[in-house]
């Protein structure tokens, strides 16, 4: 079993690569940090984009809050998928950038603020796979006003 998964056989799965758990189970997103220039990856990327370094890396645990940049509103998916939903693109607090989907609020753009305060949180994955395995995922929430950041 990889570091990124819990000791308990049937622990859900995390669902892309750069969600890790800590030994106690607490999850949480991993940044990859190039050591030449600091850019900010959840990838691990062969040579850094911005100075082309290769294998200068180091790891740290992403912030659990930023600042919505981007969204989207589906109203098309896949089958099984509920729509609309809010596909969202945040700015991490102290750097990074991650694609998501944002939760806990209405999918109008009236009620969706850019550049609002969001907070990352896991939870379990709606569905199976067809072998069963449950996975967890991140997902983003927009902060209360005067919510402790």
Do not use: W
Request: glycine fraction near 10%; hydrophobic fraction near 35%.
């Amino acid at each position: 079993m990889s570091e990124s998964e819990s000791s308990r056989a049937d622990a859900p799965l995390p669902i892309v690569p750069f969600l890790k758990t800590e030994k106690d189970g607490t999850p949480y997103l991993e940044q990859t940090v190039c050591d030449q220039c600091g850019a900010i990856y959840f990838r691990t990327p062969l040579a850094c984009a911005k100075c082309f370094s290769r294998g200068s890396f180091s790891t740290r645990h992403a912030p659990e809050t930023g600042e919505l940049r981007a969204y989207s509103i589906v109203h098309r998916s896949i089958p099984g998928v509920d729509v609309p939903f809010v596909s969202a693109i945040v700015d991490f607090d102290g750097g990074g950038v991650l694609k998501g989907n944002l939760q806990g609020v209405d999918p109008d753009p009236a009620k969706i603020e850019l550049g609002g305060k969001v907070r990352t949180r896991f939870q379990i994955a709606p569905r199976k796979d067809a072998a069963g395995h449950e996975y967890l995922m991140y997902v983003f929430e927009a902060c209360q006003v005067g919510e402790n950041q």
